[in-house]
């Protein structure tokens, strides 16, 4: 049983550190390179430290048009959650241009659209960045 949790630990983490990669480190280097912060910088100049709870981190799209099978990446080009500046609570959204120039499919918009509900439901500012 310990060893399967430990097992589960582990892809866990590796699935999150693929996620934060976005369309990967040569993308995400560009980003910065043109003076562009990338979604999740943008994120933490945005909010309070330490306090982003990402939704749906590792949603990705259904598409298998033009080859998309072949690129599946975690959080389908949009990074979405909730935090807090200077302690009020906030949901907020930032568009992930280094997966396919921050291009929006259907499940990219539905995670978009669940985070504007959940900040309706809780009547908390919603904060979106492109």
Excluded at 18 to 45: C, F, H, N, P, Y
Excluded at 52 to 73: K, N, P, S, V
Excluded at 100 to 129: F, L, N, R
Aim: proline residues 1%; aromatic residues 6%; glycine residues 12%.
């Amino acid at each position: 049983m310990a060893d399967k949790q430990s097992e589960a630990v582990v892809n866990l983490r590796s699935m999150r550190e693929k996620s934060r990669l976005g369309g990967g480190l040569k993308a995400q280097e560009a980003i910065r390179v043109s003076g562009r912060g990338t979604a999740r910088d943008r994120i933490s100049l945005l909010l309070d430290e330490g306090s982003f709870i990402e939704i749906d981190a590792f949603i990705t799209h259904r598409t298998t048009d033009h080859g998309m099978f072949m690129h599946h990446t975690l959080g389908d080009g949009v990074v979405a959650g909730h935090g807090t500046i200077n302690g009020r609570r906030v949901y907020c959204f930032s568009q992930d241009f280094s997966v396919h120039g921050g291009s929006m499919g259907e499940m990219h918009a539905k995670k978009i659209a669940k985070i504007v509900e959940m900040a309706d439901k809780a009547k908390t500012p919603i904060i979106g960045m492109w």
